[in-house]
């Protein structure tokens, strides 16, 4: 062992153990943990009763009526806040790929939303869209778009989308960044053989543009996919799941019945299942957007 681990190797092995170590204890431990009690009933109402029932708490999810209803929830959330994100910020990353005056400023305002930490984000959108002294409310008054203050979020209609308004606000610029660092690595004499060819505007963004575009597309959709099939601040701050059912995605469900209804077994299942969702997501996204051109 000496000889294939040199005084150098075994110094770094020694600084890094204790970094493992606590690796371990927060992040792997777990991950591990939870699996294992993902197999058992466990409810803490019933501290001493933890019988272990095997694949069951996965299995009775797809019996279970409200788990659907935040599949369903979850995937309209995700489709069209990935969709806008997609489109806003490769129209953003074209705008700041041009040589204009004032680009460097516009560049630095863009990273504002993304600045924001999250919780500030939600509490900065239940403020916008209250229903008594809402931004929203107000600016849409003045212009005489509405004749009355409406309670944006109290519509079951429309509150997933508003969430993914706010969601999409605060995502948008790193997505234009990826996009825009694919852009600039695009060589210019692709462009100028495109032109050559007679090749115009539309032409060379279909068949250069776009086709070079492809890894930065992969890590924006790979990226904000997760984001949105996980997150749980915007539903929690916002609307905690309502009105009714209009905004019970599966993040939420998963914390409803982990904190509140204190099942932490199904709550594991639950989290597993999500995480398989997202994995196998993103295996499709590199299989397809992953290929060479």
Do not use: C
């Not at 495109?194 to 930065?216: E, N, S, Y």
């Amino acid at each position: 062992m000496r000889h294939l681990f040199g005084y150098e190797e075994r110094s770094a092995a020694l600084f890094l153990a204790p970094v493992m170590l606590v690796l371990m204890g927060v992040a792997v431990f777990p991950i591990f943990y939870s699996l294992y009690i993902s197999f058992f009933r466990i409810k803490l109402t019933r501290p001493n009763r933890t019988p272990f029932v095997g694949l069951d708490n996965y299995t009775d999810l797809f019996t279970n009526e409200l788990f659907w209803v935040s599949v369903v929830r979850t995937v309209t959330f995700s489709v069209v806040s990935v969709t806008a994100i997609a489109v806003i910020a490769l129209l953003i990353s074209l705008l700041l790929n041009q040589n204009f005056r004032g680009r460097r400023v516009l560049s630095t305002i863009l990273l504002v939303p993304w600045a924001i930490p999250y919780v500030a984000n939600a509490l900065m959108w239940k403020w916008i869209y209250d229903s008594g002294y809402g931004a929203l409310n107000g600016v849409l008054y003045q212009l005489d778009f509405i004749d009355k203050y409406m309670i944006w979020l109290g519509d079951q209609d429309k509150t997933i989308f508003l969430i993914a308004n706010a969601f999409v606000w605060k995502e948008v610029p790193l997505a234009a960044i990826l996009l825009l660092v694919s852009l600039k690595s695009i060589p210019s004499d692709l462009y100028q053989a495109a032109r050559v060819d007679g090749a115009g505007v539309w032409q060379r963004f279909i068949h250069v543009t776009l086709p070079a575009m492809k890894p930065g597309f992969m890590l924006v959709m790979i990226y904000e996919t997760m984001m949105a099939i996980r997150h749980f601040d915007l539903f929690f701050i916002l609307t905690e799941g309502g009105p009714g059912d209009a905004s019970h995605v599966l993040s939420w469900h998963i914390y409803v019945e982990t904190f509140r209804n204190l099942s932490f077994g199904s709550g594991a299942a639950m989290s597993y299942v999500l995480a398989l969702v997202t994995f196998a997501l993103s295996y499709v996204f590199i299989r397809t957007l992953g290929r060479r051109i």
